[in-house]
């Protein structure tokens, strides 16, 4: 089983509507989150940190469940420009600070 | 505005060639990563560093892959005998861990799309 697991999708949204998706984790002692987004042929860039509390960024909102150990991204009011793949990161305490990252979710948003 | 910097950023050689990829990550970062990312693959850690030191190293190919910090500034990638299968784009990323092993963002290079023929 992989470390950290995500739908691959893709998930088609219309522009405008709302779209959420999971990353789900294995190692308990696991202790920082992120979210990072891909466009094509680009690098990962940083969307944002995850906090034990939630925390929100515009039109992003991202929720942490250690008790069900998963992390999730909610997009409300999906723009064109949000088309890309969304990585999972996590790192964990026994792990030295290794970035460990999930094959990614894609998200199309539609006209 | 600090980045994290890598060259080549395209390179194309031959079978059996030695291909090196250098890294210099950003100023004040404590900790560098090397990553593979293929189609079918997507993100494969191969090494990372910890104040110059090399932590993990699992993930690569041990018989013709090196990774080396020379100094706090460059991080270097060598394939010797590159070969077809090699062919991807490898990352290079730096980031700041705290003593509990915490991490801060990590920020990622432009990556050096490698193809070998």
């Known amino acids: 089983r992989k470390e950290v697991e995500q739908d691959p999708g893709p998930f088609n949204v219309p522009e405008g509507a709302t779209v959420a998706f999971n990353c789900t984790y294995s190692n308990s002692a696991s202790q920082s989150f992120f979210w990072y987004r891909q466009d094509c042929r680009k690098e990962p860039k940083l969307l944002m940190s995850?906090?034990?509390s939630g925390n929100e960024d515009g039109r992003f909102t991202a929720q942490l469940n250690r008790a069900s150990q998963y992390i999730s991204l909610l997009i409300r009011d999906s723009k064109l420009s949000d088309s890309a793949t969304y990585l999972c990161?996590?790192?964990?305490?026994?792990?030295?600070?290794?970035?460990?990252f999930g094959a990614g979710t894609q998200v199309v948003v539609t006209p | 505005d600090a980045r994290v910097t890598q060259t080549p950023r395209d390179k194309v050689t031959e079978m059996g060639q030695e291909v090196t990829m250098r890294c210099q990550p950003i100023?004040?970062?404590?900790?560098v990563f090397w990553y593979r990312q293929t189609m079918m693959q997507g993100l494969e850690l191969l090494a990372y560093?910890?104040?110059?030191?090399?932590?993990?190293d699992s993930g690569m190919p041990k018989d013709r892959f090196s990774a080396e910090m020379p100094d706090a500034t460059l991080a270097t990638l060598k394939i010797q005998p590159s070969e077809p299968r090699d062919s991807a784009v490898y990352f290079c990323?730096?980031?700041?861990?705290?003593?509990?092993?915490?991490?801060?963002?990590?920020?990622f290079g432009q990556g050096t799309r490698l193809t070998v023929v």
């Open positions: 560093f910890r104040n110059r030191a090399p932590l993990d």
């Open positions: 995850v906090y034990s």
């Open positions: 990323a730096s980031g700041l861990v705290t003593g509990t092993g915490g991490n801060t963002e990590a920020f």
């Open positions: 100023l004040g970062h404590n900790t």
């Open positions: 990161v996590v790192t964990s305490t026994d792990s030295w600070g290794k970035l460990q």
